[in-house]
């Protein structure tokens, strides 16, 4: 339904070990289990697969899976965007709130976004100064450590 990555919902399978973590979204508790997060850890970077459209259908979704990772410490969180063909503004919104609660919990998060119209509206909305921006997993992986404003934007990247 969202290409290779899976942002389905479930419980926690027994024998799981941990506590569930809950997130509220439209009045009902979910229940985000770590092992359906489309997660890749590289060392201590969590490299999240995001759908090919964020919208207000699925932004809250989108959210909790971020903020579920986040939860799981990693030093770096990358959203890879390299497939998204559309955000909207609830989208770039559920981004922002993902950048606050990693910044307030000491994870660096970052966008890996190669799509124009996405590049676009992160540019348009400032959201590309707030979050480093690269073209690419690879580059977002080996991307400076350092303020965003010293991290590469979507404006250097084509």
């Known amino acids: ?14 024998g799981s070990g941990g506590a569930a973590r809950l997130f ?8 985000v289990p770590a ?9 201590r970077a969590a490299v999240v697969s995001a759908p090919a459209e964020i919208d207000a259908r699925n932004a809250g979704e989108v959210l909790a899976c971020l903020l ?14 390299t497939t998204t063909a559309f955000c909207d503004s609830a989208g770039v919104s559920s981004l922002v709130q993902a950048f606050r ?4 919990s000491g994870v660096e998060m970052r ?11 992160l540019e348009i909305t400032a959201v590309d100064q707030l979050i480093g921006t690269y073209p690419s997993v690879p580059a977002s992986l080996i991307g400076g450590l350092g303020p965003p404003e010293a991290q590469p ?6």
């Open 153 to 158: 934007s979507s404006k250097t990247s084509g």
């Open 1 to 14: 339904m969202y290409g290779a990555a899976n942002w389905g919902f479930g419980r926690r399978p027994e």
């Open 101 to 104: 609660r990693a910044g307030a």
């Open 35 to 43: 092992q359906r997060h489309p997660v890749l850890w590289i060392d």
């Open 68 to 81: 579920a990772v986040i939860g799981e410490g990693p030093a770096t969180l990358i959203v890879d965007m």
């Open 111 to 121: 966008l890996a976004v190669s799509g124009p119209a996405v590049r676009r509206v």
């Open 24 to 31: 509220e979204w439209d009045r009902r508790w979910w229940v």
